[in-house]
Structures are given as structure tokens and as C-alpha cells.
């Protein structure tokens, strides 16, 4: 796992629109990078087959790397 990355076992899935994601990684929204982490960490997750992209979660004050549906 790469460094800096911590779940909240409460936040693993939502709905929204009838669409579930699943969260792969959260990092810290106060980051010294900003979002490049999170960004990195989907480009892989993406070169290795899945869809992923980031998201601002507002509450947790993280960003949130997500796939639509379950994790494949």
C-alpha cells in the first residue's frame, strides 16, 4: 500500500443516483501536493485495469480515490 493512505472502514461504499463506488484510498486533503497523490495512486490503479478517478470528499476533508460499483 503505498505510504499516506488511510480508510475510514465506515466509508467504503455509497450510492448516489443509483450508482454504488467503492473507495480504494483516501489522502489527506492537506497534503503538501495537494491531490497528487491521490492522483498518482488512480493512474495506477487505472494502468492496472481499473476505472478509477478522484473525488473531494467535503466532511472527511480528504480526496478519495473511487471506481464505480465494486472494486474488479
Request: hydrophobic share 35%; glycine share 10%; proline share 6%.
Amino acid at each position: 500500500m503505498t505510504q499516506g493512505i488511510g480508510l475510514n472502514p465506515n466509508v467504503k461504499h455509497w450510492t448516489s443516483d443509483q450508482n454504488t463506488r467503492t473507495v480504494l484510498a483516501a489522502f489527506s486533503a492537506g497534503h503538501p501536493r495537494g491531490s497528487k497523490p491521490a492522483e498518482e495512486y488512480a493512474d495506477q490503479q487505472r494502468q492496472a485495469g481499473q476505472s478509477a478517478h478522484v473525488v473531494m470528499d467535503l466532511p472527511s476533508d480528504r480526496f478519495l480515490v473511487v471506481v464505480k460499483g465494486g472494486a474488479r
